[in-house]
T-cell receptor
Framework: DSGVTQTPKHLITATGQRVTLRCSPR?????VYWYQQSLDQGLQFLIQ???????AKGNILERFSAQQFPDLHSELNLSSLELGDSALYFC??????????????FGPGTRLTVL | TQLLEQSPQFLSIQEGENLTVYCNSS?????LQWYRQEPGEGPVLLVT?????EVKKLKRLTFQFGDARKDSSLHITAAQPGDTGLYLC???????????FGQGTRLTINP
């Protein structure tokens, strides 16, 4: 158990819909990262937050947005969903950017299926 | 263009055999990590290497960081079915703070 929690575990929805994925980082970690992993593919970095502020952006679509709240939990919002958005979405946390060699601890993921 | 290239992408061997997975880049990394991911679960950090030439052992797994800190290898001795999974290398490019991931090596150990 990494200490990172993600909800829900599974999500099935239809094209055009909007969903919200939730992540709670490990106790003491200030930085949260979101990744997308499609079938049989590696991890694609989406976005990073540190202590409530956006820190870095990766290959995140404009239809996707995220935020980190004062209690440090984070939400990833996916809108106007398309079939190709079906994937595993992982949240990871670390102490802070650049500290501890940026070792990231991953949650169990949310499996999103868009029908 | 992938900053970290892993090879092979797929590897299927028999229980008891040895294997090596490689992670290569043209960039210098201040640190490099190896993760293992099982189906339907999140990646789990195995090891972090930070010094050029560093070797770390984790039971039957041996991790090495290249002298120039541009590459790394993971060697598994006497592979077991429980070693099956996706192995990901990830590194922090020197001077940056972003962690970049390789595309992974999918390892299958057959009983």
């Amino acid at each position: 158990d990494s200490g990172v929690t993600q909800t829900p575990k599974h999500l099935i929805t239809a094209t055009g819909q909007r969903v919200t994925l939730r992540c709670s980082p490990r106790s003491g970690d200030l930085s949260v990262y979101w990744y997308q992993q499609s079938l049989d593919q590696g991890l694609q970095f989406l976005i990073q937050y540190y202590n409530g502020e956006e820190r870095a952006k990766g290959n995140i679509l404009e239809r996707f947005s995220a935020q980190q709240f004062p209690d440090l939990h984070s939400e990833l919002n996916l809108s106007s969903l398309e079939l190709g958005d079906s994937a595993l979405y992982f949240c990871a946390s670390s102490v802070m950017p650049g500290k501890g060699y940026n070792e990231q601890f991953f949650g169990p993921g949310t499996r999103l299926t868009v029908l | 263009t992938q900053l970290l290239e892993q090879s092979p992408q797929f590897l299927s061997i028999q229980e008891g055999e040895n294997l090596t997975v490689y992670c290569n880049s043209s960039s210098v990394f201040s640190s490099l990590q190896w993760y293992r991911q099982e189906p339907g679960e999140g990646p789990v950090l195995l090891v972090t290497v930070v010094t050029g030439g560093e070797v770390k052992k984790l039971k039957r797994l041996t991790f090495q960081f290249g002298d120039a800190r541009k590459d790394s290898s993971l060697h598994i001795t006497a592979a077991q079915p429980g070693d099956t999974g996706l192995y990901l290398c990830a590194g922090v490019i020197q001077g940056a703070q972003k962690l970049v991931f390789g595309q992974g090596t999918r390892l299958t150990i057959n009983p």
